[in-house]
């Protein structure tokens, strides 16, 4: 009876031995190695691709079965290696620097006597520096991360060769920029069993880099199949580390590989021949009925092969035949489709001619009422040339009436302010600078006129200014400049209107008195500033410019002597112009060298005795 106080394994391998034991389970392959040929092959891919050479450096310990990633892992060596990892205390940066005194003592020894266990000396130690990375700007990270990656990337393929063949059996595509390039999978079943029943192939690989013009041979292996390595079902289940330029093989039970590191050795699969096997008892094994009918299978697939080549033959034949038929046929259902194509095309044509036809005719006719529009304008440009020259000899001659009419203008402008001051004279007062009389009656100059001088009367004042508003009011019509603030002439008691202010909403508070008697001092004072005001506009439309406001009759003054201010003699009065003005003197009276008179009666110019309203008249009698 056995023991049970040992450890209980199973078929599996597991360790039940503690419950905090993990359950490591193994994946085998179903293809034994003899039965492994070249029709399982699916796919080929590369992992950790390096086109230089390992670094060549002293191992850290001895190479032995245990250093495989698939050695067999009992429970009780499962158990050895978890008591044998113990926990490690963290070390802090003081332990990382080189401890070593010149008589090769630590700076700080342990203490025999203290119960904490002695942590191991550790030489050597050194930080890895990562303040290039952290500090350094983006764009150089990665430039580096680009130049490490451009280093390793490179463009790869690989073929396929058998033993006694020229050619590559299968070769495939090219997967760029990849440091671990999976190719697609392929079928090797349709070269025949000649190939698919082979164990034995050449594998070559070839790499280039972005700085490598040509490919260059990087692996070329011969291997047997036999000797491949079970990994797993699937390579995300195999988490070890994979050994530079690996090539794993996928076939239909699982993933394979071989490590190149580890020569095989043939010797090991044929069995010596003095070598006894080693019985482990009775192993169940196929019946030889099982293995005829596995025979007689084969036969059959062999001869539905040959059946199926057979065939192939005879439809090629019969195909070859019929050539001439099939060429027949396929002739005249290219000419159907040629003609269909023709008969499309013709029908677009069609469409397109009507359409450029219809788009001539819009041409046609915009062409005609453009040159309609043309023919016109060109007529109109003639008589518009026609015209030119007499409207050229009409503008001169209006030019000339309107420079003339405008002389005539300025000429009588200038009679009417010579009479407009001889009729109000302002004379200086004597031995008084800026100080001005209107027909012999003073007018001060301060801001307030009652207040200027002592003196001043108040009734003279307002006849002063009376007489100013009126010279203004005759100005204004004169000249065709309307004023802004219109006076009201009523000899002694004249007034003027603001028209503008928005603050008064009645007429009687927009009238302001040119007199002081009786009135508010400063509505009396505002009604002067608006006299000033009304001369500046005067003056200013005349291009003068006024020194000071306030000087009422010198502005004014100074306005007459530029508008009386000319060359030449002043021009006559024309008489007759205005009705009733000397009719007795007018009548029948003409000058000397020409016959115009001037008729009394309806004041016209007559020339010759002949007046033109008279000719006005026959003409009308006549009709």
Known sequence: MPSTLGPKIDRHGVNNLTADVKVFTRDRPWLLPSNRKLRHLRGISLRNLTLSRPPSRSRGKTTDDESLPNAFISPTKLFALRESNRLEHSRSSNDLKSPSKPNGLSKEEPDPESPAEFRPSIR???????????????????????????????????????????????????????MNPSFRFFDLNTYGPSITRRDELTLKFWARTQNMEDYILLIELQLHLRSLHFIGKTLESFHHPLPQNCIIFHL???IYTSFTDLPWDESALIPAKNSKPHLQGAQPTSS????????????????????????????KHLLSEQQQTFETINAASQARE??????????????ALISAQTRRDDFQAGLQARRATIESGTLSQEKAQSHLATARMELSSCAFLHQNM?????????????????????DPVSQKPLLFTIRK????????????????????????????????HLLSFYLSTPV?????????????????????HSLPARTFPLYQKGAVPFRFEYAVFLLNTDIELLMSRQGLRMVDQRHTLPNLKYLLYVLTAGKGELPMRKRGDVRGLGKEELIGQRTEGDETAVDGRNGSLRKGNYAVLDKKKEGEGQG
């Open 484 to 504: 802004p603030y219109p006076p009201t002439i009523h000899g002694s008691t004249s007034s003027i209107l603001d028209p503008i202010s928005t603050t008064l």
């Open 406 to 426: 405008a002389e005539e203008v300025a000429g009588q402008i200038r009679r009417i302010c010579e009479d407009v001051l001889s009729i109000y004279p302002i």
């Open 124 to 178: 050597n130690l050194r930080r890895r520096s990562t303040l290039n990375w952290s500090n350094a700007l983006p764009s150089i990270r990665q430039k580096k991360l680009e130049d490490v990656t451009g280093g390793r990337m490179a463009d790869s393929w690989f073929s396929l060769h058998c033993a006694d063949i020229s050619e590559p059996v299968h070769v495939s595509e090219v997967v760029d920029k990849a």
């Open 441 to 472: 009656i003073p007018l001060p100059n301060a801001t307030s006129p009652s207040s200027s001088s002592s003196e001043s009367d108040p009734a003279a004042t307002a006849a002063a200014l009376s007489l100013v508003a009126h010279v203004v």
């Open 288 to 315: 030889f009925d099982a293995l005829m009918r596995l025979s007689n299978l084969d036969d059959c697939i062999q001869d539905a092969l040959s059946t199926r080549e057979k065939l192939a033959t005879h439809i």
């Open 252 to 254: 239909p039970d699982g």
């Open 338 to 351: 040629n003609l269909a194509a023709t008969q499309r095309a013709l029908l677009t044509s069609r469409k």
